[in-house]
């Protein structure tokens, strides 16, 4: 079991309230992901989870118990961190023995475990290495093996993939999505990155200066922004804002189109915005233009990367009216 | 930040070094400004009762404060002296592109090592005395009449030994604020054009003033309480031609057994350490984050 | 260090500094060679550089004299002791003030620095009738105490900045882990520090081997330590300087090998991390 509720948590660091009113039901089971900018209280949030902070107020239960007042040592939850935060002075076999050590299991037990989970993590010919003779996966690979042995209630990850380069993060992902199939049990990811947060999450949580903006399936964020914040920050390139006149045609303060809802042509169409292609990003696959529409500034168009542009081409702009967002003064959507 | 939990398990730990410093440093500082101000002799048990100002005015008043209080200073600034111009200039040396640079550490900083009244009774000894010290020995071999360095010279005898073993720790940390000089910051300054003067002066002496600072105020602190070196070569003598305040206090409190007279005396040391401590803190504060 | 000289020069900084490292350390090179001749060798004039008889008569002489071997041990368990017990309050003093800093943290550190400063004959007289009172002059468990005590401060300095250096997030780890603060301490923190502990311990054990005024105020025959035994050697007897050779070299070649193994600590641990 591992159901994670957190009721009106509040969190502040001396004067600077970092978090102020936060409650989540994250259900047994579920791997659910933090994204939000930089600075928004990610980290934060899950360290209260895991106790490695105290609540200013508020009510953290796990499992249905009340464990806000109990230290991370008796939450029986696993993190694995961003630095991976291996012990330096202990073999791969030892830092994952370390977490059944501390619960006094037997010795054959301990050993039973450990070679069960390096077997399932591909460690098993590392197993007498120390963490510094390991390249970056392998690391991030002893930390989760690490926190699997100990069978969580939740598993916490705090941007473990941030160090990894491009390649091993894909494939690291893939890993961490698979382990989660196999153990069933609850994780919640922080991330920068939309594609992890996209690819990775039964549900997503939008964190904004400490606020939930949004928590809901990716598939949902996508399609029903609540606001204007999560339509930005969901979806990449990023969605392109119109306000004034052009929003108030569709009776709404500003409106939104992704750029991948756009028709692009040569020649006017009806309804279309007038610009000038300004950079061209081919990726092969797609190309990413960045026009310039008249007054309502620079706009990001994704279209196939058969047809090519370059600096200095009129073209068209036609929004799927049907995939216009519309928003109010708030920002909220409409 | 950590928890509650762990800040208030923090203070748990702490408390032991707390309170047995806190202990250590109030309880005997404590008695002996109580005794400074009390007629109390070890000798004379008859003499007893609320002194005022009376010891005080006995131990200030006394020529032999004068020239303890002469001597402290003499001690601490030519010691400071010798070893902080001997120490730059030594690091400088070592610092240069030589042969056997580890074994010349080793050799320079051995000094250090030798415990005070080692270090007096080898000098006093081996070096100083008259008849078969090796200055002697020089002396006579020059034609030259031997100094007895510790009747003539007492002090500056005193002053010889101490330099001697702290030499090293001006050495040492002075190079080792010297080899914190990037290479690359030299390099720089070479290629602008400035030539061994000028690095020294614009380059090597501002990066270096933080280190001497700290050697200076640290040296300081130990300094003022010499007192093996004292009492194991001339016992302050002759006269309190060689007596500082720490053995001037020894010898009021604990030699001649009046406890009221020495309290003073000790309150005074604690005076004068406080004002150099004062200047201590600050600067070694001020780098306590860098 | 890469810079390119001459060979000339490069020979005459070389030669420089070995006549002047030579000379600073001619002092203890003298003591030892002189430790090993007669004593009518030893102040024979012109002297001798050599042992033309080499003798281990002054060695047996000092111990049957003044006992090196008993004041020996006083100074090892007074060093060991003392430094032994500032690591056991220290330690978790340090992982307090490292991993759980609050605003006073500076603050409690410099006060602690202060307490060094304070001279010690401003509290001399006091401590003597305490210790007198409590029968604690010339004991070895006496001078143990006030050990620990005038080292805590530089223990306790020097393991907060070597703590500072180990990141909290591995500690973060162990709690996860489900370590309770003692095994986070004996598990994760101490084997990590070891080389700073280990640092800690030989500068501490120098300093309270070499510390002398306690030593030679509050201890006598009993309890004496190598400070207090050669400081017995002060008003000389007859023809005494090889034998108070030899006596100086065994009171300093044991804490002199441990000290050129920990130069480099001894800058970080004297100037409180001000100079690394
Ligand atoms: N111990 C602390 N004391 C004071 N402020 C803190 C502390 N820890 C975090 N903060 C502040 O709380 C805010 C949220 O920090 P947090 O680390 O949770 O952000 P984050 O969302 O994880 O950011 P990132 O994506 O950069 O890791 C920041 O403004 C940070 O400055
Ligand atoms: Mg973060």
Redesign the pocket.
């Known amino acids: 079991m591992g159901s994670i509720s957190l009721e009106h948590v509040n969190k502040s ?2 004067d ?1 309230q ?1 978090i102020p009113d936060i409650s989540l039901d994250i259900k047994d089971g579920e791997f659910v992901v933090f994204v ?1 900018p ?8 899950l360290r209260l989870i895991a106790g490695l902070e105290d609540t200013s107020s508020g009510t953290i239960l796990l499992d249905g118990v009340d464990m806000t007042d109990a230290p991370p040592a008796r939450r029986g939850l696993a993190m694995v961190f961003q630095s991976y935060a291996l012990y330096p002075h202990m073999s791969v076999r030892d830092n994952i023995a370390f977490p059944l050590k501390m619960a006094k299991l037997p010795k054959e037990v301990i050993d039973q475990k450990v070679d069960y989970a390096a077997r399932t993590l591909n460690l098993s010919s590392y197993l007498d290495r120390r963490p510094r003779a390991l390249s970056g996966g392998q690391r991030q690979r002893v930390a989760i093996g690490r926190a699997i042995v100990r069978e969580p209630k939740a598993f916490l990850f705090d ?1 473990p993939l941030s160090n990894l380069d491009a390649a091993l993060r894909v494939n690291m992902r893939l890993e961490i999505t698979e382990l989660h199939q196999q153990l069933k049990t609850t994780m919640i990811y ?1 991330t ?1 990155d939309q594609v992890e947060a996209m690819t990775m999450a039964d549900r997503i949580v939008v ?1 904004n200066a400490g606020n939930v903006e949004q928590f809901g399936s990716p598939l949902d964020l996508y399609k029903k922004p609540a606001n204007r914040f999560v339509a930005g920050f969901i979806g990449s390139p990023r969605m392109n804002f119109v306000d004034g006149a052009e929003a108030a045609k569709y009776d709404a303060h500003s409106i939104g189109v992704r750029p991948e809802h756009f028709v692009l042509t040569r020649i006017p169409a009806p309804g279309s915005w007038e610009g000038v292609v300004s950079v061209a990003e081919q990726l092969g696959s797609d190309t990413f233009l960045h026009v310039q529409v008249g007054e309502f500034g620079l706009m990001t168009i994704r279209t196939d990367g058969e047809e090519t542009f370059s600096h200095g081409d009129d073209v068209y702009l036609t929004p799927d009216a049907t995939r216009i967002y519309r928003f109010d003064a708030d920002g909220k959507a409409l | ?1 950590a928890t509650q939990q762990t800040n208030t398990l923090a203070r748990v730990m702490m408390a032991p070094a707390v309170i047995v410093l806190l202990i250590w440093m109030i309880v005997p500082l404590v008695m002996t400004i109580w005794f400074s101000f009390q007629n109390y002799s070890l000798i004379n048990p008859m003499m007893t009762g609320f002194a005022g100002w009376a010891n005080y005015i006995y131990v200030i008043g006394d020529p032999s404060f004068t020239q303890a209080l002469v001597n402290t200073l003499l001690l601490v600034g030519g010691v400071l002296i010798i070893t902080v111009i001997g120490g730059t200039f030594i690091a400088l040396l070592l610092d240069q592109p030589i042969w056997g640079q580890g074994i010349l550490r080793i050799l320079v900083i051995s000094p250090f090592f030798v415990m005070p009244p080692v270090a007096a009774l080898i000098w006093k000894n081996g070096f100083l005395h008259p008849g078969y010290g090796m200055f002697g020995h020089l002396f006579k071999m020059l034609g030259l009449q031997p100094v007895d360095w510790f009747a003539q010279y007492p002090l500056f005898s005193i002053i010889v030994i101490v330099a001697w073993q702290w030499l090293p720790f001006a050495t040492l940390i002075l190079l080792t604020a010297l080899q914190s000089l990037s290479e690359e910051q030299r390099e720089a300054a070479e290629m602008d054009g400035a030539n061994a003067i000028n690095r020294f002066w614009y380059i090597i002496m501002p990066h270096m003033a933080r280190a001497i600072t700290i050697v200076i105020l640290i040296q300081t602190i130990f300094l003022l309480g010499i007192f093996a070196e004292i009492r194991v070569t001339t016992g302050g003598g002759p006269g309190y031609a060689s007596t500082n305040i720490a053995f001037l206090v020894f010898r009021t409190g604990i030699l001649s057994n009046d406890i009221g007279a020495g309290s003073a005396g000790g309150v005074v040391a604690v005076i004068i350490a406080n004002i150099v401590a004062f200047f201590l803190m600050r600067a070694v504060g001020k780098n306590l984050d860098a | 260090m890469a810079r390119k000289v001459s060979t000339q020069t490069r020979i005459g900084f070389t030669i420089g500094a070995w006549v002047v490292a030579l000379l600073l350390f001619s002092p203890i090179l003298w003591t030892a060679l002189t430790a090993f001749k007669t004593e009518a060798e030893a102040i024979a004039s012109p002297p001798t550089f050599w042992p033309q008889t080499f003798t281990l008569e002054n060695f047996s002489a000092v111990q049957e004299r003044s006992d090196y071997v008993k004041h020996a041990i006083n100074s090892i368990i007074v060093a060991l002791g003392s430094t032994l017990l500032g690591l056991a309050i220290g330690i978790p003093a340090a992982w307090a003030m490292a991993f759980a800093p609050t605003k006073r943290t500076k603050d409690v550190l410099m006060w602690m620095l202060s307490t060094k400063m304070m001279p010690a004959v401003g509290v001399l007289i006091p401590i003597y009738l305490i210790f007198r009172d409590l029968r604690l002059l010339d004991t070895v468990h006496g001078l143990t105490i006030i050990m620990t005590l005038i080292n805590l401060p530089i223990i306790i300095w020097m393991l907060y900045t070597y703590f500072k250096e180990i990141p909290v997030d591995i500690l973060e780890a162990a709690r996860m882990d489900g370590a309770e603060l003692w095994n986070e301490i004996v598990h994760v923190l101490v084997p990590m520090a070891i080389p700073g502990i280990a640092s800690t311990l030989l500068l501490n054990v120098i300093l309270a081997w070499n510390e002398a005024f306690w030593s030679i105020t509050l201890t006598s025959g009993r309890a004496g330590t190598l400070t207090a035994f050669i400081s017995s050697f002060s008003s000389p007897q007859g023809l005494f300087l090889a034998k108070l050779s030899a006596a100086s070299l065994l009171a300093i070649a044991p804490i002199l090998l441990m000290g050129w193994f920990s130069q480099k600590q001894l800058v970080r641990g004297l100037t409180f991390g001000a100079v690394k």
Do not use: Q, W
């Open positions: 660091f001396g600077v970092v939000g930089s600075g928004c209280g990610k980290s934060t949030l941007e922080v920068h964190l | 930040m």
